[in-house]
């Protein structure tokens, strides 16, 4: 797994040597390729985003907090590949893919990166690929797509025999509505989400049969064409079968590396949920666009 780790930040570094010299100049890539913008035909967008969310707390599904649990941390880190494929830049496709590593009982929020597969405590692979499609379907409004993609679970169990999760073995059709509107300075630009999820395919799973709705918020600030810092609150709500729902606050920024390369990061909080744990995240992406 570590190689594994290793073959993808190369991959995603070594995209910044392809930056063209006559890219056209609409300002950095934090500014203008926000998500809801879509890529020109025989553009590429490579995003390498890691999330890793640990908790000593819970919440059971009247929302009353069991605190001072033995540490669970559960680190996602996946791939985003797309490219532009139509002249009027309306339509991008691309792959998605999941490698998970969790580890419970206590251990360390670092030990996610020792990938020892401890018997009884941690687990971590490729968990899930998904096609995906991002199409403009509004003729008049360029700042709002859709992305739509299918999720396929590469593993066979959620939880091994020690009680151990990785992930869910539904399949997942999910929907994702992008928006963003920058403000007449040109200072602050207010980007909105919804995803939408349908989890099926499996009576085994957890997640078989629910529905989820998430919506987010985020606010930017623009310091520079190069930097920005931004706040944002997310809401997640599970249907179905399984219901759970938390509440999360963060804050994070952006910095313009090169012509091709940016970083991200952020971190925020779980404030309130059912059915969960509330504990908080640390994330960190690398985008590469050329």
């Given at each position: 797994?570590?190689?594994?780790?290793?073959?993808?930040?190369?991959?995603?570094?070594?995209?910044?040597?392809?930056?063209?010299?006559?890219?056209?100049?609409?300002?950095?890539?934090?500014?203008?390729?926000?998500?809801?913008?879509?890529?020109?035909?025989?553009?590429?967008?490579?995003?390498w985003f890691n999330n890793l969310y640990t908790q000593t707390k819970v919440a059971n599904s009247n929302?009353?907090?069991?605190?001072?649990?033995?540490?669970?941390?559960?680190?996602?880190?996946?791939?985003?590949?797309?490219?532009?494929?139509?002249?009027?830049?309306?339509?991008?496709?691309?792959?998605?893919?999941?490698?998970?590593?969790?580890?419970?009982?206590?251990?360390?929020?670092?030990?996610?990166?020792?990938?020892?597969?401890?018997?009884?405590?941690?687990?971590?692979?490729?968990?899930?690929?998904?096609?995906?499609?991002?199409?403009?379907?509004?003729?008049?409004?360029?700042?709002?797509?859709?992305?739509?993609?299918?999720?396929?679970?590469?593993?066979?169990?959620?939880?091994?025999?020690?009680?151990?999760?990785?992930?869910?073995?539904?399949?997942?059709?999910?929907?994702?509505f992008f928006y963003d509107y920058t403000l007449p300075s040109g200072n602050w630009q207010l980007f909105?989400?919804?995803?939408?999820?349908?989890?099926?395919?499996?009576?085994?799973?957890?997640?078989?049969?629910?529905?989820?709705?998430?919506?987010?918020v985020f606010m930017s600030y623009f310091p520079s064409d190069k930097s920005t810092i931004l706040g944002?609150?997310?809401?997640?709500?599970?249907?179905?079968?399984?219901?759970?729902?938390?509440?999360?606050?963060?804050?994070?920024?952006?910095?313009?590396?090169?012509?091709?390369?940016?970083?991200?990061?952020?971190?925020?909080?779980?404030?309130?949920?059912?059915?969960?744990?509330?504990?908080?995240?640390?994330?960190?992406?690398?985008?590469?666009?050329?």
């Open positions: 797994m570590k190689k594994i780790i290793a073959i993808l930040v190369l991959t995603v570094i070594s995209y910044t040597g392809y930056s063209q010299e006559d890219q056209e100049n609409e300002g950095s890539v934090i500014q203008t390729y926000t998500p809801s913008k879509l890529l020109k035909k025989g553009q590429w967008d490579i995003k929302g009353d907090i069991t605190k001072n649990l033995d540490r669970e941390t559960f680190f996602t880190s996946s791939i985003d590949i797309f490219t532009g494929v139509s002249e009027n830049s309306k339509i991008n496709v691309g792959l998605l893919a999941e490698l998970r590593s969790n580890v419970i009982g206590d251990r360390s929020a670092l030990d996610i990166f020792s990938f020892d597969g401890e018997r009884g405590t941690a687990r971590s692979g490729l968990t899930s690929i998904a096609p995906v499609i991002k199409f403009n379907p509004l003729k008049d409004v360029s700042n709002f797509t859709i992305q739509s993609a299918f999720h396929i679970p590469l593993i066979s169990e959620e939880s091994d025999a020690q009680g151990v999760f990785l992930d869910q073995t539904a399949y997942t059709f999910q929907n994702r909105t989400e919804l995803n939408t999820e349908y989890n099926f395919g499996d009576d085994e799973s957890f997640a078989n049969g629910t529905f989820v709705l998430a919506p987010g944002f609150v997310q809401h997640f709500q599970r249907l179905g079968d399984f219901e759970q729902d938390f509440t999360a606050v963060g804050f994070g920024g952006k910095y313009q590396l090169t012509k091709t390369l940016n970083l991200e990061a952020l971190y925020s909080s779980f404030v309130r949920g059912s059915n969960t744990g509330i504990g908080e995240s640390f994330n960190i992406g690398l985008r590469a666009l050329f």
